[in-house]
């Protein structure tokens, strides 16, 4: 069974940056995705990014593009979210999931996609 632990998150000021990592353990395929969702109380899961192992496919959400990057080392099993130029709009609980697929078909922006979540790190970005 995948294993996912995240780490990274913090308070930081806007216009600041930071690095979120996603650590798999278990995975028995190099095959499939992961996919950073940010949720707030109250709101349903967002889509921020998305890789594939294989072939480094990414999806980025309209709202980080130019601004987040994502990128998988297959070495050390690890995803890592680079986030620029913070916004107080960016504070959430950030997750990362795994998706079977390496492919982002028509659900790769549905949590149900996922099959295996991690606990989530914590951004919140001041004003």
């Known amino acids: 069974q995948v294993q996912l632990a995240e780490s990274g998150g913090g308070l930081v000021q806007a216009g600041e940056s930071l690095r979120l990592s996603c650590a798999a353990s278990?995975?028995?395929?190099?095959?499939?995705?992961i996919g950073w969702f940010r949720q707030i109380p109250g709101k349903a899961r967002e889509f921020v990014a998305r890789?594939?192992?294989?072939?480094?496919?990414?999806v980025y959400a309209d709202a980080v593009k130019d601004r987040f990057t994502i990128w998988a080392d297959n070495a050390e099993n690890t995803v890592y979210l680079h986030m620029n130029s913070l916004k107080p709009e960016d504070t959430a609980l950030y997750s990362c999931?795994?998706?079977?697929?390496?492919?982002?078909?028509?659900?790769?922006?549905?949590?149900?996609?996922?099959?295996?979540w991690g606990h989530g790190t914590q951004v919140t970005v001041s004003s």
């Open positions: 999931a795994e998706d079977a697929d390496s492919w982002p078909g028509s659900g790769y922006l549905n949590p149900r996609t996922y099959n295996y």
């Open positions: 278990g995975r028995t395929f190099n095959s499939g995705a």
């Open positions: 890789v594939s192992w294989i072939g480094s496919m990414t």
